[in-house]
């Protein structure tokens, strides 16, 4: 029987954790399973370092962004010694159960635990760049999104009063999911993302031709080979005489309060982690594919570097790429 569930969060901070939180909690109340927060991610396990979780508390924090549990990255946990460490907190507190939410790196880290100490391990994808296989949508990213698209469309703003290009860099190091996503959704001109290598040539072939009518809008993943630096070089290589800015949204896109479809999409996933723990399952992470929740084997949730078909072909058609 599952008495007690550690849970963290770990990498970077992604919008809906709280939310993943409070469903945890909330769900594990009604089979009277405890739930302890476990601060700073593996840090925490590694230090000992935990609080208690109550739902009612949690209740009024699943709207924020962030995670109140913190989280950070741990070089020492991929030592034998922050192992061993983790593994003696998880002993001494006698808990029976972990719900990791994080990303790729996060869910290595729960694999060797499942391996050293056979511990039950569920996962939850935490992350705004929506890169892991397993699921369809990863919690932040629709808050990462939206706030993204709303940037941009602000910038437009005053882009169109002067007639300016505007570069802006959104996130999405391995990536190119936020890019797309929120270029499309507010008509951007040209997307560059790190899947495609020929769109920076369709950008070149489109500022040659721009006479400074109208505003012009190219949206850039972070991970773009080209880079936003060597884009800017290139577009004023191409056409010297236009107004060009550069903004680089940064860290904003991972701030703000969740959106419904993040709140949802946490609620469904908590929930679905503590049922798979209570039915004996391990070693996974809870996904939502085709509008149904599911489980997949930690082995098999890594990045994806490709972008869905279907988004490529919205890409061309709208942006000429």
Known sequence: MIKHIGILTSGGDAPGMN????AVVKTAQQFNIKVTGIRKGYEGLINNDLISLDATTLQSTMHLGGTILKTARCEAFKTEQGRQSAINTINKNKIDALIIIGGDGSFKGAMWLTQLCHIQCIGIPGTIDNDLAGTDYTLGFDTAVNTSMQCIDKIRDTAESHNRVFVIEVMGRDSGYIAAYSGLTSGADSILIPESKNDIMHLVTDIKSYHNEHAFIVVVAEGDETGTDLVCKKI????????????KLGHLQRGGNPTSNDRMLAIGLGSLSVHALIEYKTGMMAGIVNNKYCLTEFEHVIKKHEIANELENLISIFCGS
């Open 19 to 22: 939310t993943a939180l409070y």
């Open 236 to 247: 004023k290589n191409e056409n010297p005489h236009i107004d060009l800015r550069l903004t």
